[in-house]
């Protein structure tokens, strides 16, 4: 059922996997959808050329590396110039820590390419477009919102993943910061945090090590989730289902942060 008609929705990292599967849930209700990936369109997976291509398709692509700072604002007048006002941002482009590498052995360039892309970037971007709602609010009283797809490891801690932590638990502030000084603004500011999701990503570790772990009885909700449950939650935020919210953290995790001890 569509209900969230002329509603335009940035979704970065948008081409696959969790990204993919949140924009498909918002075009489904009604939000006309701005893809932003690094990949040239020629090379998008089929499954995203077969949307772009669409009859009627809420779909627009827009190859974007949001760690290149003098790309944000020709991107975004472009996205407003196509599909109007911006009503949502959706924080989910970012890498992996890959390969997996000891925190004592971690090289700066590993770090600093973490930093630039999972975190300077994201905050940067937000900062334009936050500038650019702020304007279009003096003319339009529709549920604003920018949502962070951050993860569990924002707390929870892989000392083999040390950069991915560092900028998942970055943004994690970085939502609390911009939710406080946009929420007198009525631009609302969320922060989902994904546990063990079945994605390309997260299975391009060749290991098994998070099917052990849900099979030793470590997980309440003892199974892999699937991006689509990404999708709804980032849907209930951006529809404006809850109004007086902002700056919370809601966990999709199958309870993993719950602390069970004797």
């Known amino acids: 059922m569509t209900t969230d008609t002329n509603l335009t929705a940035i979704v970065t990292g948008g081409a696959q996997g969790i990204g993919l599967a949140i924009a498909k849930k918002l075009a489904q209700n009604g939000f006309k959808i701005a893809l932003l990936d690094l990949q040239h369109p020629d090379h998008l997976a089929q499954e995203t050329q077969q949307l772009l291509a669409a009859n009627n398709s809420p779909y627009h692509y827009y190859q974007c590396d949001i760690s290149q700072l003098d790309q944000h604002a020709t991107c975004i007048q472009k996205i407003e110039r196509d599909l109007g006002s911006i009503h949502c941002l959706i924080n989910n482009a970012g890498i992996a820590a890959r390969p997996l590498t000891d925190i004592l052995l971690l090289s700066p360039e590993a ?107 470590h997980l309440p909700i003892a199974r892999w989730g699937m991006a689509e449950e990404i999708g709804q939650a980032t849907h209930i935020l951006a529809s404006g289902q809850l109004p007086f919210m902002t700056g919370s953290v809601f966990w999709v995790d199958g309870g993993l942060h719950l602390q069970d001890v004797p």
């Open 111 to 217: 770090f600093d390419l973490s930093i630039e892309i999972n975190l300077r970037g994201t905050f940067f971007l937000t900062q334009y477009v936050a500038k650019r709602m702020l304007e279009q609010r003096k003319e339009s009283k529709a549920y604003h919102s920018i949502i962070f797809i951050t993860s569990i490891a924002a707390e929870l801690i892989n000392t083999e993943r040390s950069q991915y932590c560092i900028t998942k638990s970055a943004l994690s502030m970085t939502a609390k910061l911009f939710a406080h000084r946009l929420a007198s603004d009525n631009i609302h500011v969320h922060e989902i945090r994904p546990g063990f999701i079945k994605t390309a990503m997260t299975g391009s570790t060749g290991r098994n090590t998070v099917d052990e772990y849900i099979e030793q009885g």
